[in-house]
């Protein structure tokens, strides 16, 4: 849902930016996201290792739980502590997620300022949203030759 509209906000700003500067005298760009993160041996190795950084806390929570429910911590209690495992798991998650995202705006920007492009718009082959239909720059090789 917040990548539809983060989508639908950069294609408006794309619509007005054209509309602003004249017709044909804008350019913009364009990321395949599912590629650059499949593709990128730096995305890819921040992705694993976190995986593996998920399933070792996720055993270490486990094994904190059947300790404690061993020691006889009531239902109650124990309810409370696997939320507070889940709540520090996605805590990590999103450290990763923001991680990722700043790598990839970093170098979408160094690269918008080399080829001069007014804006750049990201495809998500995942939801099939695909904002520029016709024309504009591919991006997607540089990013991901950026990020090795």
Do not use: W
């Amino acid at each position: 849902m917040n990548m539809k509209r983060r989508l639908l906000a950069v294609g408006m700003i794309a619509m007005f930016s054209l509309a602003a500067a004249g017709c044909g005298s804008t350019e913009i760009g364009y990321m395949d996201s599912l590629r650059v993160q499949n593709e990128s041996p730096q995305l890819k190795t921040i992705i694993e290792d976190a995986q593996q950084k998920m399933i070792d806390a996720q055993m270490a929570a486990e094994a904190d739980l059947k300790a404690k429910q061993d020691a006889g911590m009531s239902e109650e209690e124990l309810q409370q502590e696997m939320q507070k495992a889940a709540a520090k798991l996605q805590g990590q998650q999103q450290q990763v997620s923001l991680q990722i995202e700043q790598k990839v705006q970093a170098v979408i920007g160094e690269i918008a300022r080399e080829k001069k492009l007014d804006a750049v718009v990201r495809q998500d082959a995942q939801h099939n949203a695909k904002v520029v239909v016709q024309g504009g720059t591919d991006i997607t090789d540089e990013v991901i030759a950026k990020l090795q």
